[in-house]
């Protein structure tokens, strides 16, 4: 069953895609969400992202393990 959140900005730009991971919960440690990154588990808009400081902007839209994540200003 998939599962939808949102994560604010809080006035931020962006978020590092590993931090990204972490803070909404769909990681432990960041030691895990580097290997997920890496290797190539982990979606951006639709498309397999392995760059862990990808910044993830207002807009988009994270996916991992049936779970998505929506990142909003």
Same mark, same amino acid.
């Given at each position: 069953?998939?599962?939808?959140?949102?994560?604010?900005?809080?006035?931020?730009?962006?978020?590092?895609?590993?931090?990204?991971?972490?803070?909404?919960?769909?990681?432990? $440690?960041?030691?895990?969400?580097?290997?997920?990154? $890496?290797?190539?588990?982990?979606?951006?808009?639709?498309?397999?992202? $392995? &760059? &862990?400081?990808?910044?993830? &902007?207002?807009?988009?839209?994270?996916?991992?393990?049936?779970?998505?994540?929506?990142?909003?200003?």
């Amino acid at each position: 069953m998939a599962s939808e959140k949102e994560i604010k900005l809080d006035g931020e730009e962006f978020i590092l895609l590993q931090s990204l991971l972490k803070y909404s919960g769909l990681c432990d $440690t960041g030691g895990e969400a580097k290997a997920i990154i $890496t290797d190539g588990k982990v979606k951006v808009n639709g498309e397999v992202e $392995t &760059r &862990r400081g990808k910044k993830i &902007r207002a807009g988009q839209v994270v996916f991992y393990n049936g779970l998505t994540v929506k990142v909003i200003e």
